[in-house]
């Protein structure tokens, strides 16, 4: 029987038992036996199949559970670690809906989300003789005040440190084997108290809960967690034994998250459907330490809507704060993320040992972007510095609400700037020019002008990729136009636009400095290198009052 392809299902033994297409990445069983490491935690963006990989885990190892028909043939089957399907005892927690307004209501999720494990093994505990009647005694205790919603929440604090580990030992007694513990998302009660404001409130029992279940836990065989980023602050990592972080930029683990590109091209090739140098550009770009990498989520939104190419990865939360962060950032920042946007690539320096909520610099902020999949690493150089770039045109559509919030012009503003450029319509564009303007520079400040000019540039420089090429002279200088627009269609037309500056209350000293602009285009024949249609545009301005030239020339030159 043909797979489905199936959108949303993050569980490995529902997507198996429906018949969906799987993308076989059971060999990080075998990975993760081999690393000889206790405690793992391993980083990756949302969407990039870290629940699907951690139920996969929980199924092939829980020893409550006949996984043989779900894993028939799988890569691992293939292995000589067969033999360790069901196995040990699993504890199993996701954290990735333990939200919450307040510190209250975040202690309840996580509270709900233990209980329902405590449960769950609960009724795989038929012998109780097996277990030490004093722990089996604590253990009751401790479900009875998970489950009862009544109880007091300081006693629920005062309990949810402890559980993990006692499950733990409990299940250890019981089976005589040492429990593996998985937690998916773990940082994600710490992200939500900072987004929300009460940190504070709750990062003492946030770092008891994960210190207490991993450090000198001689209950437990091994640990894995995954996050997107990795929480240093209270030095929760100090607490476990020699825990192995693996982020984006490590070896470990780099192909087990996301599609790699043979991947893909089987995923898509299943389904009839080709693999081109557009679905390339608009899904591949990820580098996990050498590994082209696709987002899964996208590939198989793709393949459900039958081929049309649209933004399916949406990390609104990390949007929310990326844009808020990023205009108050500094100097170095600031510079780095604007050379990012008009040449498509930077290097950076990024710290991944700690978050930008815990600590904020230009490193970290830049780790922020990192972790959260808005940029990926073309190359690692070395002691922390970066080449990077955007990954592909999927996420540059999420940079474009980025960079609207930065220069603060609207996206649908700039949108409608560009429509009147390609329309060749100069009435529509002087219109929207001028509210620009208006909205974006000071009276008050002639520096201004530049700076208008320059968040035109980077409004372009994104929201007229990939159909056009966009180059500044900005300190650069020799023989470039202000701005030049290169049409890569024949359809298309170019467009270079020249500025002059002058402060006068005289709006014909202004027109013949838009007109000298002009000039300078032609005198320059700035216009050489473009093939076709070019739209030429001078432009002079004094403070928000500015003139306009324009002129259409033909040119058969090559680009």
């Known amino acids: 029987m043909k797979k489905k392809t199936i959108c949303g299902t993050d569980d490995y033994r529902k997507l198996i038992e429906s018949n969906g297409y799987y993308v076989d990445k059971t060999l990080l069983i075998q990975e993760l036996l081999e690393s000889g490491s206790e405690i793992t935690l391993i980083t990756r963006p949302r969407r990039f199949g870290k629940t699907l990989n951690m139920t996969m885990l929980r199924d092939f190892f829980d020893i409550n559970q006949d996984s043989k028909a779900i894993f028939e043939g799988t890569n691992i089957m293939k292995t000589e670690y067969a033999d360790k399907i069901n196995s040990v005892p699993i504890i199993y ?103 929300n404001g009460y940190y504070d409130d709750v990062r003492g029992i946030l770092a008891d809960i994960f210190g207490n279940t991993f450090k000198g836990n001689s209950y437990i065989e091994k640990g894995v967690m995954t996050g997107i980023q990795r929480i240093a602050q209270e030095s929760i990592f100090s607490k476990f034994n020699n825990p192995s972080v693996c982020t984006v930029v490590d070896e470990e683990y780099a192909d087990k998250f996301g599609l790699t ?56 939360s990390s949007n929310t704060l990326i844009k808020e962060e990023i205009p108050k950032a500094d100097k170095d920042f600031i510079k780095k993320f604007e050379k990012l946007i008009e040449e498509g690539s930077c290097i950076v320096s990024i710290d991944l040992r700690i978050t930008f909520q815990e600590k904020q610099t230009s490193s970290t902020l830049w780790g922020l972007l990192l972790n959260a999949g808005y940029i990926t690493v073309q190359k690692n150089l070395g002691d922390g510095d970066y080449r990077i770039r955007i990954p592909n045109e999927e996420v540059k559509k999420e940079f474009k609400s980025i960079v609207a919030e930065y220069t603060r012009i609207g996206e649908s503003t700039l949108k409608d700037l560009f429509r009147a450029l390609q329309d060749k319509d100069m009435k529509e564009f002087m219109n929207v020019y001028e509210d ?34 966009v180059e500044s002279n900005r300190e650069r200088g020799k023989e470039r136009s202000d701005i030049s627009i290169y049409a890569k269609n024949d359809r298309d037309i170019n467009v270079i636009i020249e500025y002059k500056f002058e402060k006068t209350d005289n709006y014909n000293i202004l027109e013949n400095k838009a007109k000298e602009a002009l000039q300078q285009i032609h005198d320059n024949k700035y216009y050489s290198s473009m093939n076709g249609e070019v739209l030429l545009i001078g432009i002079a301005h004094s403070i928000k009052d500015f003139a306009m030239e324009h002129e259409i020339i033909e040119t058969k030159s090559r680009l």
Request: with cysteine; hydrophobic share 35%; proline share 3%.
């Open 436 to 469: 620009i303007i208006f909205n974006c520079t000071s009276c008050f400040d002639d520096r201004d002008m530049e700076n208008s000019y320059h968040m035109l540039m980077l409004g372009m420089s994104i929201f007229l990729e990939p159909d056009f090429r």
């Open 261 to 316: 590109e043979e991947e893909t091209k089987e995923y898509l090739n299943y389904f009839d459907m080709e693999y081109n140098k557009k679905v390339k550009q608009y899904y591949d770009g990820y580098n996990f330490s050498g590994f082209d990498v696709y987002n899964p989520m996208s590939i198989t939104s793709l393949i459900k809507k039958k081929g049309k190419l649209d933004s399916y990865w949406v990390n609104t």
């Open 93 to 195: 927690l996701t954290f990735k809906d333990c939200n919450g307004v307040n510190a209250d209501s975040l202690i309840v999720a996580l509270k709900n989300q233990l209980r329902y494990e405590y449960l769950r093994q609960l009724k795989n505990i038929h012998d109780k003789s097996k277990i030490s009647e004093e722990l089996y005694r604590i253990f009751l205790q401790y479900k009875e005040i998970l489950i009862d919603a009544r109880i007091d929440i300081e006693y629920v604090k005062n309990i949810l440190p402890d559980t993990i580990k006692l499950l733990a030992n409990i299940l250890n007694e019981y089976y005589g084997i040492k429990p593996i513990i998985i937690i998916d998302e773990y940082d994600n009660p710490f992200i939500e108290a900072k987004t």
